[in-house]
């Protein structure tokens, strides 16, 4: 197996809005720079296909910011693993890759958060940011049918890309009742970047049904989905579709952090004001530390970035901008928080752990993740408990069991870590396990 | 349960629950308490190889007695404790090792245990992924795989068990007391007719002075490659090494899960008392699973992690009255075997409160084997 090893002054993973501010600015300012990513692409979820083909122009000036920085982009590396103080070990297409770091930026990001519901492993049930991924990448949705449910502003942004790919929106289904949704809207004024945005993106849709205060109740279908029973709470009704794109926002990636040990509150990163984590030389940026969009993220990179530089004037300038995306994050939250009726979704034989395939009943009587994780495998199969784990989080408040590398699964092999030509094995031991 | 119980169990790992199973069927009723869910100790840290063992008569006689008692148990056994009767596969690299398999075999033969021994093409046709050029090795038949947590919570709350044995998980023990009763961590005294240690590693720190130390093994799990291996693979290899019971140690070990995962081990450290892994030790611990099976480095891991064995100075556990009070029962330090010897060990419990011949003969077990000073109250 090839191994590489580098070092640098300053590592950042991720690279959305968050991971790409961080690494500019801080590369800016001398020091050497590395940005990982396990994707091929600059950019992040939020920007993905930036790179190659622009389309927003902030994304643009991001990109080319840090093109132009001086920091290193270390892309396709997924990283698995912190075996010592100052060490990540990333996977790669060539490879395992050791990096050696004095401080550390954390730019994960989030992931949708899917909830169980009677039907939602049938094929053609997808989350719609992956399905917005799949049909970017070329997956064909021209005269499809797609519903669009869950909760969230991705999902208008991921029904509006969706047609212009040709697919065809009979509703956009968001749980979130309307008052609080024209709260949220009314309070907008304040972020007129987020207004424009909003009004044009309605201005386009206008014909795709958008409907506040309804959720599925369940997916039908014989070989795959056909159909999908909506429902108001009181009332239900069935609506046909080919694809059934459900997500429920977003729950942040806080894998890697915690392997690392930083301290959590509410299921965050906990940081200071200098978006330091509780770990000495690791910093964590965006959705980590709340759901608050990429512009945020972009706020907090660059305070982040700016603060491992030594630049902690220039960082304290940006407090103020980042106090005003924390408000807008903050109201996001209470606009879209999750109705407790899903909570009852899942019936007794609605699978929750898609990888090991455990039902709702096999897990309910369980004390915790970890009970559930030994005595139902829960959260035992490749997805690591990603999927299963943010869902019996809502469902039965558990908190997320303790982490374990690899944060990814990687080949076995990865997970040596002297060097290749180090001391041979010796001291072999009993033969018992 | 209203009364007070007739024994209180500590501890609801394998262990544990073996005990309280033996005891229940034998009328008695039985309080196991834990502070944490079933089966989360060692129990949930280690392989589940059901083996027969030779190190000594006294680990022969109790690991074959043992495997016999799983294999009555298991057809009773749910899906969810995976029982596989794999049967091991020892394997020699060489003709020194190739020996070592012939006087096994004949040991065992000699005892009733089934064993086959295969020349170096039959391991290769049995096991394709090992590299080539094995001088052979020794199939003992009937060695078995089981998931840990899930046996656990069988012996526990299967039907026939469950109206005299109660469970009582996240509670902590603070003591043992010389009545037969304990002292929870909130001071609240529990009175019983006896009280079983089924602590594992840390059996301990409710006995004071008892020779039980952590040893600390490292395992990795792969996502499903069913077919891989065929049977739970082990190395002879150890045989040529200087085996001191002291250094850190790495062993060839890997496990066919019925999931289709693949679990490799094995390792040994004394005097790490953290659950975090050891880098270097996982690396060493894998390099020679390669050596072995140059195929697995592709294989898909999924995670690792560590646990601690219950180790004693001579390598045998711990069965039978404590020599602090007849009323306190020891069940501990079965080190690497204790999913296999769980079920012995609950069987010479019951023998011994009820008063019944035992099922072997228990001096070799007995805490009073390790003298006075080993197990005495700090
Ligand atoms: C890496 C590894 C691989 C292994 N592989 C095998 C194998 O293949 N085959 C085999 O037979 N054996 C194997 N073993 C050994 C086996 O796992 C152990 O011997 C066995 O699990 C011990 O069970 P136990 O019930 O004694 O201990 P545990 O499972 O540790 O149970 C002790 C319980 O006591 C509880 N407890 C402790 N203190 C207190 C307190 N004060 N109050 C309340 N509760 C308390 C703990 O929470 C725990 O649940 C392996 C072990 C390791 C580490």
């Given amino acids: 197996m090839n191994s590489a090893r580098l070092s640098f002054d300053l590592v950042v993973v991720g690279a959305g809005p968050g991971g790409l501010a961080a690494a500019s600015v801080a590369a800016e300012r001398g020091g050497s720079v590395a940005l990982l990513d396990n994707s091929p692409w600059l950019g992040g979820q939020i920007w993905r296909g930036e790179q190659a083909r622009p389309a927003v122009p902030r994304a643009r000036q991001w990109i080319e910011r840090f093109l132009a920085s001086g920091a290193r982009a270390?892309?396709?590396?997924?990283?698995?693993?912190?075996?010592?103080?100052?060490?990540?070990?990333?996977?790669?297409?060539?490879?395992?890759?050791?990096?050696?770091?004095?401080?550390l930026i954390l730019a994960t990001g989030a992931r949708e958060l899917f909830l169980p519901f009677p039907g939602w492993t049938l094929p053609g049930v997808v989350g719609p940011g992956g399905l917005e991924a799949m049909v970017k990448a070329g997956w064909p949705v021209a005269g499809r049918r797609v519903v669009?449910?869950?909760?969230?502003?991705?999902?208008?942004?991921?029904?509006?890309?969706?047609?212009?790919?040709?697919?065809?929106?009979?509703?956009?289904?968001?749980?979130?009742?309307?008052?609080?949704?024209?709260?949220?809207?009314?309070?907008?004024?304040?972020?007129?970047?987020?207004?424009?945005?909003?009004?044009?993106?309605?201005?386009?849709?206008?014909?795709?049904?958008?409907?506040?205060?309804?959720?599925?109740?369940?997916?039908?279908?014989?070989?795959?989905?056909?159909?999908?029973?909506?429902?108001?709470?009181?009332?239900?009704?069935?609506?046909?579709?080919?694809?059934?794109?459900?997500?429920?926002?977003?729950?942040?990636?806080?894998?890697?952090?915690?392997?690392?040990?930083?301290?959590?509150?509410?299921?965050?990163?906990?940081?200071?004001?200098?978006?330091?984590?509780?770990?000495?030389?690791?910093?964590?940026?965006?959705?980590?530390?709340?759901?608050?969009?990429?512009?945020?993220?972009?706020?907090?990179?660059?305070?982040?970035?700016?603060?491992?530089?030594?630049?902690?004037?220039?960082?304290?300038?940006?407090?103020?901008?980042?106090?005003?995306?924390?408000?807008?994050?903050?109201?996001?939250?209470?606009?879209?928080?999750?109705?407790?009726?899903?909570?009852?979704?899942?019936?007794?034989?609605?699978?929750?752990?898609?990888?090991?395939?455990?039902?709702?009943?096999?897990?309910?009587?369980c004390r915790d993740a970890r009970e559930a994780k030994l005595h139902s495998r829960c959260g035992m199969g490749p997805c690591q408990g990603r999927i299963c784990g943010a869902a019996t989080q809502f469902l039965f408040g558990w908190e997320s069991d303790s982490i374990r590398p690899p944060v990814f699964p990687v080949r076995v092999e990865s997970l040596l870590t002297a060097s290749e030509h180090s001391k041979p094995v010796s001291n072999l031991s009993d033969p018992t396990p | 349960m209203s009364a007070a119980p007739d024994i209180v169990i500590v501890g609801a790992g394998i262990v544990g629950a073996a005990c309280a199973r033996e005891c229940a069927r034998a009328g008695l009723r039985v309080l196991v308490l834990d502070r944490g869910p079933i089966g989360g100790?060692?129990?949930?840290?280690?392989?589940?190889?059901?083996?027969?063992?030779?190190?000594?008569?006294?680990?022969?006689?109790?690991?074959?007695?043992?495997?016999?008692?799983?294999?009555?148990?298991?057809p009773e056994l749910p899906a969810a404790v995976e029982y596989d009767p794999c049967g091991t596969l020892w394997v020699a690299a060489d003709e020194q090792e190739m020996a070592e398999v012939h006087r096994k075999a004949a040991f065992y033969r000699e005892r009733g245990v089934r064993v086959e021994v295969l020349e170096g093409d039959d391991v290769a046709a049995a096991e394709p992924a090992l590299r080539p050029g094995m001088a052979g090795g020794l199939r003992v038949v009937d060695d078995a795989v089981v998931y840990p947590p899930a046996a656990a919570q069988h012996l526990l709350e299967s039907q026939e068990n469950t109206r005299?044995?109660?469970?009582?998980?996240?509670?902590?023990?603070?003591?043992?007391?010389?009545?037969?009763?304990?002292?929870?961590?909130?001071?609240?005294?529990?009175?019983?007719?006896?009280?079983?240690?089924?602590?594992?590693?840390?059996?301990?720190?409710?006995?004071?002075?008892?020779?039980?130390?952590?040893r600390k093994g490292h395992l990795v799990i792969t996502d499903r490659h069913p077919g891989f291996v065929h049977h739970q693979i082990v190395e002879l290899g150890y045989l040529k090494s200087a085996h001191a019971v002291t250094a850190d140690s790495v062993a060839f070990n890997i496990q066919p899960r019925k999931t289709g995962q693949m679990l490799i081990g094995s390792s040994r450290q004394f005097g790490a008392e953290g659950t975090e892994i050891n880098s270097d030790i996982l690396d060493r611990m894998l390099r020679r699973a390669f050596e072995y099976l140059p195929g697995l480095g592709r294989l898909s891991a999924i995670r690792a992690w560590a646990g601690h064995r219950a180790a004693t100075p001579d390598k045998l556990p711990l069965i039978g009255p404590s020599l602090v009070s007849d009323r306190i029962w020891l069940a501990t330090g079965h080190e690497g075997l204790g999913i296999t010897t769980s079920l012995v060990t609950g069987r010479l419990l019951a023998d011994h409160v009820l008063g019944r011949a035992p099922a072997i003969p228990v001096e070799p077990y007995l805490p009073a084997r390790l003298g006075k000073g080993a197990t005495l109250h700090a």
């Fill in chain 1, 74 to 103: 270390v892309m396709q590396a997924s990283v698995f693993a912190s075996p010592d103080r100052g060490v990540l070990l990333a996977e790669t297409p060539a490879g395992r890759l050791t990096v050696r770091f004095k401080q």
């Fill in chain 2, 164 to 214: 005299r044995i109660e469970v009582r998980p996240g509670v902590t023990v603070a003591a043992v007391n010389e009545d037969g009763g304990v002292t929870l961590a909130d001071g609240t005294r529990v009175r019983a007719g006896l009280a079983v240690n089924a602590a594992g590693p840390w059996s301990p720190l409710l006995a004071p002075g008892l020779p039980v130390r952590k």
């Fill in chain 2, 41 to 74: 100790g060692t129990t949930a840290a280690g392989m589940g190889h059901i083996v027969v063992m030779d190190d000594s008569p006294a680990q022969f006689a109790l690991t074959a007695c043992s495997r016999r008692l799983w294999q009555e148990l298991a």
């Fill in chain 1, 148 to 365: 669009v449910a869950g909760s969230g502003p991705l999902l208008v942004a991921v029904a509006d890309g969706l047609r212009r790919y040709g697919a065809r929106i009979p509703l956009i289904a968001e749980q979130a009742p309307q008052v609080r949704l024209a709260r949220f809207a009314t309070g907008l004024w304040r972020y007129p970047e987020k207004l424009s945005q909003a009004v044009a993106m309605k201005a386009r849709l206008l014909g795709i049904p958008y409907r506040a205060g309804i959720w599925p109740r369940r997916a039908e279908g014989r070989e795959r989905v056909e159909r999908v029973v909506l429902t108001d709470g009181k009332r239900s009704w069935t609506v046909e579709c080919d694809l059934l794109a459900c997500g429920w926002n977003l729950v942040p990636n806080t894998e890697l952090p915690r392997l690392l040990g930083c301290a959590l509150a509410g299921g965050f990163v906990r940081v200071d004001e200098f978006q330091r984590s509780s770990v000495a030389g690791v910093f964590c940026v965006g959705e980590l530390t709340a759901i608050a969009g990429g512009d945020a993220a972009l706020v907090q990179g660059q305070i982040a970035g700016l603060s491992a530089a030594g630049a902690a004037g220039a960082a304290r300038e940006l407090f103020a901008e980042r106090w005003r995306w924390h408000r807008f994050g903050a109201a996001l939250t209470r606009a879209f928080a999750l109705r407790p009726e899903l909570r009852a979704l899942a019936g007794r034989e609605t699978v929750v752990c898609r990888c090991e395939d455990v039902s709702r009943e096999a897990v309910e009587r």
